[in-house]
């Protein structure tokens, strides 16, 4: 889903966090702040892929592989456009810092320090391109952009997690079920395979600024989608997002924090050429962004 993908949020690393809250305060509650034009922001990103394939033949283990990727990304974004539902629809970005770090192998650069391009939405899609005509994008950046800034489009997660009311800490909701399928549309999951739910985890004072601390969760478990000569066997998706926004909601988030697994396990078909093999591949993403917005 690449609404996990992307939303800038958080502040400085180190800063110390306190707990401030009374029990039965209630607050309003919103997943989402519109974006505005001309917002300027400095975000950080932290993030790590673990992808593992285990395959049995015979029901005897006949390969395992593990990869881990980390990718460490800075930049100065600034929201140049906006839709009508306040998502951004172009921003903005100079890089700083962009690289993949393989396995804990050396550096790769995705992008150079100084590099500027846009993320702008066409045709409900996000395109990027460098603003400097003899500049091209690498394959890297290609592959790792669509994670961390692809435009949102559809439904907002104050439409995903609607709620009306203020709430108080510990306080949960449900999803709109209809809206988070059509996020998972292709992947043939029924209604009852699907879950959500939001939370007001706490309120926090950081730097004499008071932030909501809001978490997201969706999870799915199905048999989900078969392959030529596979049948799947067990599909599931785990979400859970947890982000820091000032109670006033005078900018978006300013910390924001994901973790995205998923498990697929696919028998090989009788009679095929793969009918001895039993597949599991599994992933978890980790990101951690956080961004200072700039005056």
Do not use: C
């Not at 400085?12 to 974006?35: N, Q």
């Not at 974004?77 to 839709?83: F, L």
């Not at 809001?214 to 859970?240: C, H, N, R, W």
């Amino acid at each position: 889903m690449k609404r996990i993908l992307i939303l800038p949020v958080l502040l400085a690393i180190g800063l110390v966090i306190v707990p401030a809250h009374a029990a039965d305060d209630e607050y309003p509650i919103k997943l989402f702040v519109p974006a505005k034009v001309g917002t300027r922001r400095a975000v950080q990103i932290s993030g790590k892929q673990v992808l593992e394939r285990i395959t049995l033949k015979d029901g005897k283990p006949d390969q395992n592989t593990k990869s881990v990727n980390v990718v460490e990304f800075k930049a100065k974004v600034e929201t140049q456009a906006v839709n009508a539902e306040g998502q951004e629809s172009k921003r903005l970005i100079t890089i700083e810092r962009f690289v993949l770090i393989p396995d804990g192998d050396k550096e790769q650069d995705a992008l150079p320090t100084g590099f500027v391009l846009t993320a702008e939405t066409k045709e409900g899609r996000t395109v990027y391109q460098p603003v400097e005509k003899d500049q091209k994008l690498t394959r890297l950046a290609e592959h790792i952009l669509p994670r961390f800034f692809a435009n949102e489009t559809g439904a907002t997660e104050n439409q995903m997690f609607p709620i009306e009311k203020p709430r108080k800490v510990g306080a949960s909701w449900p999803a709109d079920k209809k809206l988070l399928l059509a996020q998972f549309k292709g992947f043939g999951i029924k209604p009852e395979q699907l879950t959500g739910a939001a939370k007001l985890v706490g309120v926090k004072t950081v730097n004499g600024k008071k932030l909501l601390e809001l978490e997201m969760t969706i999870a799915v478990q199905s048999e989900g989608p078969s392959e030529e000569d596979l049948i799947s066997q067990e599909f599931s998706f785990k979400m859970v997002r947890r982000e820091l926004v000032p109670v006033d909601y005078s900018t978006g988030p300013v910390e924001h924090s994901s973790e995205v697994s998923m498990k697929h396990v696919l028998k090989g078909k009788p009679g095929s050429a793969k009918k001895d093999l039993l597949l599991d591949g599994r992933s978890t993403d980790t990101w951690t962004t956080k961004t200072v917005y700039l005056k």
